[in-house]
């Protein structure tokens, strides 16, 4: 063995580090100029058709008969396709897929039937020269149905709730230790109370949209995604052709929170049209198309039960969730899985049930599970301080558990007690009235509230490629997306430090499916799994560089690797000193390139509990008069790992903080019991938090680095922002006014009669 294999990692010691610094984004100046090109904005292909999706006027029932006669005669009309003449498509398959994989990437087909299982699911789809033809030309179709009665009404079907298979993310249904029920029964103090979430909407900024290119046999297809191989494998599964053949690009994404894991109606369709008509095929789905068509939050109703002894020890923990899901796919958020690592209790359980509606499925939005979730039970956390007399932090850290209440295994690193101290002296937390509505302002009741936050870190498998040329500029490769959250600058931050080089001098290239494979943006494993691949993939070319050198200069022989060093540009090999461009252009003209990855989460996350931690803290104002609620000022202290760029995480923090107030205050899709369709089905009813209603927003980090993590020490971020945020506000709507609101949102209408 060589010394350098011996020691395989050339050092890159004495180079100006880059993580951990506030860099800006290295891709704001495109955007703000409009060269960031989005999935609707691509126009290197000619002769672009336009697509414009009909939906049901039903929730549920069949076709019984179609004209398109006026549509097709129609100004420049090319073609409309309806279920009677769609190309041929798979079966969509049971409501639930044998293993989670399979939830991404099954076959989904349009117009391949009848049926009509929700709301505007597409009837029909018109393609014409430009897109106004196409909306009127849709409109001239005449569609006939039979409607069925439909089940649209949670809280009229709870008797018949089902226990799903598994939950989201292949948790288990129902966790079970110790016995529950009698530890409950005995407690010296009991809390039974139960919340209401309601049905929310993504919205992300960029609709969803897509442009579908055939060439022969293959697809290429433009459009926003947060997960690439899935939606090659979808797109692959669906149009029964080899995944070789697809390939999907997506530079920038506008938004997703979950809505662009996996391929919908304006993909499918795309590709199926593209290819009748034999041009490229543009459609993107209307702001109302995506209340149906884009994925939704599910309404759930939680049943919190907490027994506690008279100091406040928990001897007793249950969440019960049941979850509105579609009968024709099933979803189950896991929303009360991260009870079961959160709190110390010797009896707890935990359970998830589901009842099947006549809807389009709901899907993974906005940290799922955990944001309802932690709404309902740091809201019940609070009413169980209050029965104790304990200050809520208090109670909180009397029960802090030693090792995960349910795996008993030790955990990588937890800060929450950390997390709610630190915001607590930062916020002013000694200044709050513990007797509810005896703050004031004027006429404003003033109140303070906590919630503390946790979430699962995760890992997936991914991979990188990186090739430095002879100019000395390195080019990093992988299928990743940027949905907004600063990949593409984190992951420049990563690459620099690895490689010795500035950050001007290198170029990351994501979302084309021709890269490397990642795991995606999603479940806030993005920064980890992206970022630990292309360190490792530095590493490579790192040890590539090196052993070449050896091998083409004998003077370099006997060179051990701690002689080697990468810093600044340069790479020091003993005594000589060269720039790394010279070399590369001197022994590689071409340039040299190497991969690197890392393997889904294994042995560390089985023998550690790997979480996120935060402590949110609101002040917030209601009108004594009108029971308007006025946010005051807002506080969180985050403890994620290692932060990789404080500038791009605070944004994310913030973010999932107005989220949280959004979900306490306003935000709310109402789903017609009647007919099944979402009445506010666009953003002029649809509520969101706007910049008056947004208060001064603190994010304050504690930083740690978690070796079990990754190699990076880094743990997810963006999703955590929004676990417990509402709750918080909640909490402090009480101590403001003593009124507990359990259904949510918190609107004025729910604090008018109790503060008359």
């Not at 992988?478 to 500035?502: E, F, K, R, S, V």
Request: aromatic share 6%; glycine share 8%; net charge negative.
């Amino acid at each position: 063995m060589t010394d350098n294999q011996a020691n395989p990692s050339p050092s890159t010691e004495g180079a100006q580090r880059h993580i951990g610094r506030p860099l800006d984004r290295v891709d704001g100046i495109p955007k703000v100029t409009g060269r960031a090109s989005y999935a609707y904005e691509h126009s290197e292909m000619a002769n672009i058709a336009h697509g414009y999706i009909q939906g049901a006027a039903i929730a549920k029932g069949r076709i019984i008969a179609t004209d398109t006669t006026e549509a097709e005669r129609a100004p420049d009309v090319l073609y409309v396709m309806t279920h009677r003449n769609a190309p041929a498509q798979p079966e969509f398959g049971p409501p639930v897929t044998p293993t989670v994989p399979e939830v991404f990437t099954r076959a989904r087909p349009m117009l391949s039937s009848d049926r009509v299982r929700f709301y505007d699911e597409p009837v029909a789809l018109v393609v014409a020269e430009t897109f106004e033809a196409a909306r009127a030309a849709a409109s001239l179709i005449d569609v006939r149905y039979e409607a069925e009665t439909g089940r649209y009404d949670l809280e009229a079907h709870l008797a018949e709730a089902y226990a799903p298979q598994r939950t989201n993310a292949g948790f288990a249904t129902d966790s079970n230790i110790g016995d529950f029920e009698s530890a409950f029964a005995t407690a010296a103090v009991r809390l039974d109370a139960s919340y209401t979430t309601p049905y929310q909407h993504h919205n992300p900024m960029e609709p969803h949209a897509t442009i579908a290119v055939w060439s022969g046999d293959d697809l290429t297809v433009y459009t926003g995604a947060q997960t690439l191989a899935n939606f090659r494998a979808g797109m692959a599964n669906t149009l029964q052709i080899a995944p070789e053949r697809v390939r999907i690009v997506s530079p920038f994404t506008g938004g997703g929170f979950g809505s662009k894991l996996i391929v919908h109606a304006d993909t499918v369709l795309a590709a199926l049209a593209a290819r009748v008509v034999q041009r490229p095929v543009k459609i993107a789905m209307t702001r109302q198309q995506m209340f149906a068509n884009a994925g939704h939050r599910a309404k759930m109703r939680h049943n919190i039960r907490l027994g506690a002894d008279r100091n406040g020890k928990l001897a007793a923990l249950g969440h019960d969730v049941i979850s509105a899901t579609s009968g024709f796919e099933e979803f189950c958020e896991q929303s009360a899985v991260f009870a079961r690592s959160l709190y110390a209790a010797e009896n707890r359980l935990t359970r998830h049930r589901l009842v099947a509606m006549d809807t389009n499925r709901g899907e993974w939005m906005r940290s799922p599970g955990e944001a309802p979730g932690m709404f309902a039970f740091e809201c019940a956390m609070d009413e169980m301080a209050e029965e104790l007399g304990l200050d809520p932090i208090e109670f909180r850290v009397r029960n802090e558990p030693e090792l995960d209440p349910e795996n008993n295994v030790p955990f990588s690193t937890r800060n929450l007690v950390a997390c709610m101290r630190e915001g607590a002296r930062r916020f002013g937390w000694e200044r709050r009235n513990a007797v509810p509505r005896t703050m004031r302002d004027g006429r404003f009741l003033v109140g303070y509230g906590m919630a503390a936050a946790i979430r699962p870190n995760y890992l997936g498998a991914s991979s990188a490629r990186v090739r430095l040329g002879g100019n000395g500029h390195l080019t990093v490769q992988l299928d990743m997306t940027d949905i907004g959250t600063g990949t593409y600058t984190i992951l420049t931050q990563i690459a620099a430090d690895a490689t010795g080089l500035p950050p001007s001098a290198v170029r990351v290239e994501l979302g084309d499916s021709n890269f490397p494979r990642t795991a995606g943006s999603g479940g806030s494993w993005g920064a980890a799994s992206a970022g630990s691949a292309v360190h490792n993939a530095c590493l490579a070319l790192r040890e590539r560089i090196v052993a070449e050198a050896r091998r083409r200069d004998p003077s370099l022989e006997n060179l051990v690797a701690a002689d080697v060093v990468f810093t600044n540009g340069e790479l020091r090999l003993g005594e000589r000193t060269e720039r790394l461009g010279q070399l590369v252009g001197r022994l590689w003209p071409s340039g040299i390139e190497a991969e690197g990855g890392v393997e889904r989460a294994g042995e560390a996350f089985r023998n550690f509990s790997q979480h996120s931690y935060g402590a949110h803290f609101a002040e917030i104002g209601v009108d004594t008069d009108t029971g308007e609620i006025r946010m005051r000022r807002m506080l969180t202290t985050i403890g994620a790992g290692r932060i990789l760029n404080p500038k791009t995480a605070r944004s994310q923090i913030i973010g999932g903080m107005v989220w949280g107030i959004g979900a306490a205050l306003m935000e709310e899709t109402v789903l017609d019991s009647r007919h099944g369709h979402f009445v506010n089905h666009d953003l002029a009813e649809y509520h969101v938090p706007v910049h008056a209603d947004v208060p001064p927003l603190e994010v304050v980090f504690l930083e740690e680095h978690d070796e079990k993590a990754n190699v990076l020490g880094s743990k997810g971020l963006g999703e955590l922002s929004v676990c417990g945020t509402s709750a918080a506000v909640a909490n402090a709507v009480y101590n403001a006014t003593g009124v507990r609101v359990r259904e949510f949102p918190i609107t004025l209408d729910k604090l008018l009669s109790e503060l008359a």
